[in-house]
């Protein structure tokens, strides 16, 4: 056996998981397991408790209401790739979907679970920081609303309590007929990407776009908004022009360098890949040539 | 510290046990039950030697413990030949040197049988992208993916008879 002794809760109602952490000393949220229990193979991390989410129906599902789109928590990767709903309202969300990791952990991984481990390479915490999503965290005190860009506050950190469980994310629906994009590089299908681009573009019929989002991960702590782009864009005309210097934008980031690729790379898959994202949200946006 | 009663399913017989909290599904199938075609690797969720169906859906069984699965249906390599007849699938990897040391082969057959299952016509393309969560070191994958395609080709051919 690799992980260290630890007590097994799995309570069946929110109320239960939350009062569970409220209580027990060094407890760990156990959602999907497919990065904590590796990291618990490893004794990277040693909990004396682990609360299993995996029997909270409540935490489970996607529902479409006033152009939000409401995720639980437990809902796995799974789920939210073949979900109508999420193809429907987030396309880049299911675009992003087939990035991560492998069928075999999409079955399992959750998006709350994503979320909380904050990885900076991670798919989901993007498309939320994409969407400007609002996660809501429960916990004794009642469920608080985080926005998601002060929900991911570094490396692998969150606003999270230790009291404190992800319960749903909300995104705002983009207008019908947005335009969206996904381009990641990683060395193989499935592995932590070295960068990463999200683009959200809506175009007007007078093909002004009216509102852009252009977001990249894998290059910094958390996911980052290129604000100089989506400035550059919005209330101007589309064209390839308009796109090209978009994306040279990504040339402000300092990315970060690490055994896996230099800084200096990252940038530069950051401006490519940022270029194939904004392309490919144009062509969907109907952007007039 | 850290016991716990677990019921489960695996293969198609009930089995009640109490074990420690912090026993992986895998080396409960395998050092408890004696499931050991489960194969493991590197035992972080890499390799997908361990790859198990859990409620009909593959899973790592070394990033599971045995308690989560309380209540679940497990099936392993052993459950795709219940009365020591081969699949389909297994007789398709047989035929097309489908593997050579086979240690990878479990978490193989296991993820490609839940391909073929939800996706009956696969092409290349996606039986390689289902076989990322697989790692193989003999065949270079060709065996394989050529034993999947083979396999889909006669399933469909029996399900048209």
């Avoid at chain 2, 199938?29 to 690797?41: A, D, I, K, S, V």
Wanted: charged share 20%.
């Amino acid at each position: 056996m690799k992980p260290a002794p630890f007590d097994y809760h799995a309570p069946r109602q929110l109320k239960e998981a939350t009062e569970l952490l409220a209580k027990l000393p060094n407890a760990k949220i156990l959602a999907g397991g497919q990065s904590l229990v590796p990291m618990m193979n490893f004794r990277y991390v040693i909990a004396d408790h682990l609360v299993d989410l995996g029997g909270l129906q409540e935490l489970r599902g996607i529902t479409v209401a006033d152009d939000r789109l409401r995720i639980g928590a437990m809902t796995r990767q799974r789920d939210l790739e073949f979900s109508a709903d999420i193809a429907k309202h987030c396309p880049l969300m299911t675009e992003a979907l087939r990035h991560i990791g492998h069928r075999q952990t999409r079955n399992r991984g959750t998006i709350g679970g994503s979320l909380a481990h904050a990885d900076p390479a991670a798919e989901l915490p993007a498309i939320c920081a994409a969407h400007d999503a609002t996660i809501h965290v429960a916990s004794v005190r009642g469920v608080r609303e985080i926005r998601f860009r002060d929900f991911a506050t570094g490396f692998m950190t969150t606003a999270l309590q230790p009291d404190e469980v992800v319960a749903a994310v909300e995104l705002p629906i983009w207008p019908a007929g947005h335009g969206h994009g996904f381009h990641e590089f990683a060395r193989r299908h499935g592995d932590f990407a070295l960068a990463g681009s999200a683009a959200l573009l809506d175009v007007g019929p007078d093909n002004i776009v009216r509102k852009a989002a252009l977001t990249l991960f894998g290059v910094a702590a958390s996911p980052l908004r290129v604000d100089a782009a989506e400035a550059r864009l919005t209330g101007q005309p589309l064209d390839a022009n308009a796109i090209r210097t978009a994306a040279a934008s990504a040339w402000l980031i300092e990315p970060i360098s690490d055994i896996h690729a230099s800084g200096e790379y990252r940038r530069h898959l950051a401006q490519v890949l940022s270029l194939r994202a904004l392309n490919d949200a144009a062509r969907r946006a109907g952007m007039q040539a | 510290m850290g016991r716990q009663a677990t019921r489960v399913t695996v293969n198609g017989k009930a089995y009640a046990r109490v074990v420690d909290a912090r026993l992986t599904l895998a080396d409960f199938l395998r050092h408890e039950l004696n499931f050991t075609g489960t194969h493991l690797g590197c035992e972080h969720g890499v390799c997908g030697a361990c790859t198990v169906l859990v409620d009909g859906h593959s899973a790592r069984s070394c990033l599971m413990f045995a308690v989560q699965t309380n209540d679940c249906e497990v099936t392993t390599v052993e459950g795709l030949a219940p009365d020591g007849k081969l699949s389909v699938l297994q007789q398709a990897f047989m035929d097309n040197h489908g593997l050579q040391c086979g240690f990878c082969t479990p978490g193989m057959l296991i993820t490609l049988t839940e391909l073929l299952r939800d996706n009956p016509e696969p092409n290349e393309q996606d039986v390689r992208e289902a076989l990322t969560g697989n790692l193989c070191r003999c065949t270079g994958y060709a065996g394989i993916v050529r034993a999947a395609l083979d396999a889909a080709q006669r399933l469909r051919g029996a399900a048209e008879s």
